[in-house]
């Protein structure tokens, strides 16, 4: 079965590394060996051994009848969308690890599949190749999920890991995670929760089958953390993750991605460094948990390739994926309950008057500040409690 890849980058090129490197077992899974016939970049790797499968024009695969099954690992929305439609309308089954893609086209191209009876599958968007999406779309059917809370980006978590075991503030520990290859030159979709977020409104797509749209998601990053917040955590013996959050809330879900305090009994405490995981509960399963490597080279490029082995094997169907175009209202978050961990100058005599009860922390070496707990209430209480107090240096939510 011949094949394209659309970008040969990181990934693109480590769908071809695994594609040769489990060739025959590969082959026997799908039924027959799945061969790169082209692949399409701007540049031409002189000496690589796919020099002469480059083309730069993406109609070339479009048109080529041999090429069944397309990969796209370009990023970003344009010119992706264009390509990969393209590919669908020709009756190309399409296989992406492109996150920003399918957060914000998922549907449309889903539906456009199916239109022409080819698959639009995107395993490798969502945990690297921790294969979630494959499991709430297939193996979690009977169960309604009424919560999904992931650790869904590498770069943050192991920022936030470094800091924990070393103290160290959040600029230098941006700075090693770009030296060694965990952060982009630019951070911001990592560091401000913006893929954290778009990984979160995939999953609450395919559990409530409607369009998501990540902009409704209210979103915090980790550029606020401190060492003074890790500090005050290793106090209360906790940790600060970074969570992607969705529970259902009556008709609709409510969504949110923010760092947040955990305690050790927390299933999510102890994912550390670049790992991935993702908590689910069903309401006839229970708990669930997905863990592994969340980002890389060979562990995303090995669920590029699984999907496209699952589109060698169903190469004449498409395989139902309900997600309709038709947008989830989602709930409004400040009618969600948390715990809040809050660090002030206010007097001790402000905050149980404004908060009631509370329980104050202390943290060596921290002085001219306090910080203290809240029992559980709505973001909105929250908020307005907050206003009135005024002197708020830092709030990190407490689960």
Same mark, same amino acid.
């Given at each position: 079965m011949k094949a394209a890849i659309m970008g040969y980058g990181t990934i693109g090129s480590g769908v071809v590394e695994v594609l040769e490197t489990n060739r025959d077992m590969i082959a026997k899974r799908a039924g027959e060996a799945i061969e790169v016939k082209s692949v399409l970049d701007l540049r031409e790797f002189e000496g690589d051994p796919i020099h002469d499968k480059i083309v730069h024009d993406y109609q070339v695969i479009a048109e080529d009848k041999e090429i069944q099954i397309v990969v796209e690992t370009m990023g970003g929305v344009e010119p992706a969308f264009t390509f990969v439609k393209a590919m669908l309308e020709a009756g190309k089954h399409v296989v992406t690890s492109n996150k920003a893609l399918v957060a914000d086209k998922g549907a449309e191209l889903i539906a456009l599949a199916k239109q022409h009876n080819v698959n639009f599958l995107f395993e490798a968007s969502v945990g690297g190749g921790i294969p979630i999406i494959r499991n709430l779309s297939h193996c979690l059917t009977a169960d309604v999920v009424e919560e999904i809370t992931g650790i869904l980006n590498g770069t943050?978590?192991?920022?936030?890991?470094?800091?924990?075991?070393?103290?160290?503030?959040?600029?230098?520990?941006?700075?090693?995670?770009?030296?060694?290859?965990?952060?982009?030159?630019?951070?911001?979709?990592?560091?401000?929760?913006?893929?954290?977020?778009?990984?979160?409104?995939?999953?609450?797509?395919?559990?409530?089958?409607?369009?998501?749209?990540?902009?409704?998601?209210?979103?915090?990053?980790?550029?606020?953390?401190?060492?003074?917040?890790?500090?005050?955590?290793?106090?209360?013996?906790?940790?600060?993750?970074l969570l992607a959050t969705s529970r259902k809330s009556g008709d609709t879900y409510s969504a949110m991605v923010a760092p947040c305090l955990l305690a050790p009994e927390h299933p999510l405490?102890?994912?550390?460094?670049?790992?991935?995981?993702?908590?689910?509960?069903?309401?006839?399963?229970?708990?669930?948990?997905?863990?592994?490597?969340? =980002?890389? @080279? &060979?562990?995303? +490029?090995?669920?590029?390739?699984? %999907?496209?082995?699952?589109?060698?094997?169903?190469?004449? /169907?498409?395989?139902?994926?309900?997600?309709? =175009?038709? @947008? &989830?209202?989602? +709930?409004?978050?400040?009618?969600? %309950?948390?715990?809040?961990?809050?660090?002030?100058?206010? /007097?001790?005599?402000?905050?149980?008057?404004?908060?009631?009860?509370?329980?104050?922390?202390?943290?060596?070496?921290?002085?001219?500040?306090?910080?203290?707990?809240?029992?559980?209430?709505?973001?909105?209480?929250?908020?307005?409690?907050?206003?009135?107090?005024?002197?708020?240096?830092?709030?990190?939510?407490?689960?």
């Open positions: 943050t978590n192991y920022m936030m890991t470094k800091m924990t075991l070393e103290g160290s503030e959040f600029d230098d520990v941006l700075k090693d995670a770009q030296e060694k290859g965990y952060a982009e030159k630019d951070p911001t979709a990592d560091v401000e929760g913006h893929d954290a977020c778009r990984k979160i409104a995939i999953l609450t797509s395919l559990v409530c089958g409607q369009q998501v749209d990540f902009e409704d998601i209210h979103t915090e990053g980790i550029t606020k953390i401190s060492a003074t917040d890790i500090k005050y955590a290793g106090a209360m013996g906790r940790a600060i993750k405490y102890s994912v550390n460094d670049v790992f991935n995981a993702v908590f689910v509960h069903g309401n006839v399963l229970g708990d669930a948990m997905f863990y592994g490597s969340g =980002a890389g @080279k &060979l562990p995303t +490029a090995s669920a590029v390739v699984a %999907d496209m082995v699952e589109c060698a094997q169903h190469s004449s /169907e498409h395989i139902p994926l309900e997600w309709k =175009a038709n @947008k &989830l209202t989602l +709930a409004d978050y400040r009618e969600t %309950d948390n715990r809040f961990f809050v660090r002030t100058t206010a /007097e001790e005599t402000a905050i149980k008057e404004i908060f009631g009860e509370v329980t104050f922390v202390r943290a060596e070496g921290v002085t001219g500040e306090m910080g203290f707990l809240t029992e559980a209430m709505t973001e909105g209480a929250y908020e307005e409690k907050v206003a009135r107090l005024g002197a708020v240096i830092q709030m990190i939510r407490v689960k």
